[in-house]
């Protein structure tokens, strides 16, 4: 049965409406996000170009590309739009340029007619959903892999420049290494390390061209990977040393204590098969189906014995024969995007901490590896019913929360949202722009249900997702902001400070949380010296609070709090206020 796409002005529209829903309208949020954007500010305000800071704290964790573009658009748009919208604007700019990559491709890959059911499985990863709406280093990261992918594929081809292939693959190693670090550029060298060890012949051949392609990619590359880290070098070698050392290679290593430690391979291997979902299932499906087809392909014999000692030799190494097999007939192209999957698969294996973040450069991969079968439609009535049903339930949900939260706050129902949200004392007011985007999504949604016969399934599963996150993020999305963001609690400290509060004190405060505060009380935030410093160096003192493991104050503090706040729902975290004095000096 031939599947269709929806029509071109339709995906534009959907798609960028898809990644500006939870982009916009809303703070910041943990983990990563407020220290991201604490760094853009102080760029912003003309400070610490070449060493990013939180505040007033060095902080060399990634590399400032994010930073830097984001500095950028916000001082190029000044009175047009805040820092804020500024920043995740640019987010929204490189999830575009990912997505026109992604497309690259797929037309590589397998032709123009997987490129809109690969970006469709891509943007439908479960795992994928939440990072991708993001103002964080990963963004651009994934941009500069799928940009690295297709000059690698570019590469694999016959007939394409190598100067062509080389600056799209020198390109996107450089992007993403000022993004984030080394691993983009160690996932490159390592697959073509493992594409000369498992494809020499058809390497061979083209051996010359090869190299040019990587001459003009090293060459593309080197200035991306130069110009910050010898910056860094000059002004602040012991920055140099902790980025490179403890937050690139310790990270890989374990030494530094970077990160969480891995617990279990299986559990990672899990975690890989429940966020790839549903497209793990279709690349699965797809790899399957052709080294059957392989397989049962009748050998090309010269003879009748030749041919009895042909399916004797398959009998007794059928399993590899198979895979041999298919591993020599596939085209070039498929087999660059395999060997990526593999080298991000050993890196990350190799890695002593890992986080589900880190996945995010598999997902184009597999989006492209689904893509044929993503491409074909849900045959089965029963399927497309109970799908449709189980995600209009939640949809449904979704609407009935929203509607007791404007019109009823006291009968919110609880269930599975009282741990995290606010159930009490909480009202919603009516949005006219999020009830009407609330309301396109929905009928987009059922549109592509009725088209789900002839639509593929790569559109039918992403239209279920629009329906489940355009609801919540466009409807819910003040509910959700309440509890996450940090704009009422550092409103409500800023106004309980004096207006000519220079800086701020803190003990236990996190990256994310002095951002914040940079940004919404507007002074910088500085770090006391240990748990119980002996001097203060501002007016006043901010004391987080962890949930059962209250701080003492420092003896410098004067009587009781003058604030005390925490986020709504928020039962881990409180801050405490006090006003800092200068101690006698012991005769």
Known sequence: MESSNPPRWLVCAWIVAYLAIELFGRDFWKPDEPYSFGMTLN????????????????????????????????LAFDGWATPQVAVQGVTLGWMLLTLWGLSRCATCYGGRRLALPAIAAFLGIVGGITHIHKTTADVPQLTGAVFALDGSMLAARTGVSPIRAGLWLGTGGGIAFLAKGLMIPATMALAVVLLFLTRSKA??????????VLVWAAGTCAPWVMI??????????????????????????????????????????????????????????????RVKRLALRPPMCSSERDAESR?????????????????????DARCVVLIY???????????????????LPLYPAFALIAARLASIPIRSAGKRLGLAVSIGVVGGYGWLQW?????????????????????????????????????????????????????????????????IWGILHTLLLPWLDAARGYRVTFVSLREALPSDVACLDTIGVG?????????????????????????????????????????????????NPLWQGSRQADRNERFRLFETVRLKPRL
Not at 43 to 67: C, D, R, S
Not at 312 to 328: D, Q, S
């Open 43 to 74: 760029m912003i305000l003309g400070q610490h170009w070449i060493v990013p800071h939180v505040g007033n704290t060095a902080f060399v964790e990634k590399p400032p590309l994010l930073y830097w573009t984001g500095a950028v658009a916000a």
């Open 311 to 331: 399916y004797a030799h398959a009998r007794r190494y059928g399993c590899l024969v198979r895979i041999t097999k298919w591993w020599h007939a596939i085209s």
């Open 203 to 212: 390497m061979n051949r083209q051996r010359s061209r090869l190299w040019r």
């Open 403 to 467: 509607g007791l939260l404007v019109w009823a706050p006291e009968h919110v129902l609880p269930w599975g949202v009282s741990a995290w949200l606010p159930v009490n004392d909480f009202s919603l007011p009516f949005q006219p722009f999020a009830f009407a985007v609330a309301i396109l999504v929905t009928g987009l949604w059922g549109w592509i249900l009725f088209r789900g016969r002839s639509m593929s399934r790569a559109w039918v599963w992403l239209a279920n997702v629009t329906l």
């Open 341 to 359: 999957v593999i080298s991000v698969t050993i890196l990350l294996l190799g890695a002593a901490s890992i986080r589900e973040l880190y996945l």
């Open 228 to 289: 910050w880290p010898v910056l860094l070098w000059l002004e602040a070698p012991d920055q140099f040393h902790e980025w490179f050392w403890r937050d690139n290679v310790g990270r890989f290593t374990g030494h530094g204590n970077v990160g969480e430690l891995r617990a279990s391979y299986w559990r990672d291997a899990g975690v890989l098969f429940a966020l790839s979902m549903p497209v793990f299932a279709w690349m699965l499906g797809m790899v399957v189906r």
């Open 511 to 559: 990256e994310s949380e002095r951002a914040m505060l940079h940004y919404w009380v507007g002074v910088v935030p500085t770090i006391a010296n240990g748990a119980g410093p002996s001097e203060p160096t501002c007016s006043h003192l901010l004391i987080m609070d962890k949930h059962g493991r209250d701080r003492e104050a420092p003896p410098f503090v004067s009587g």
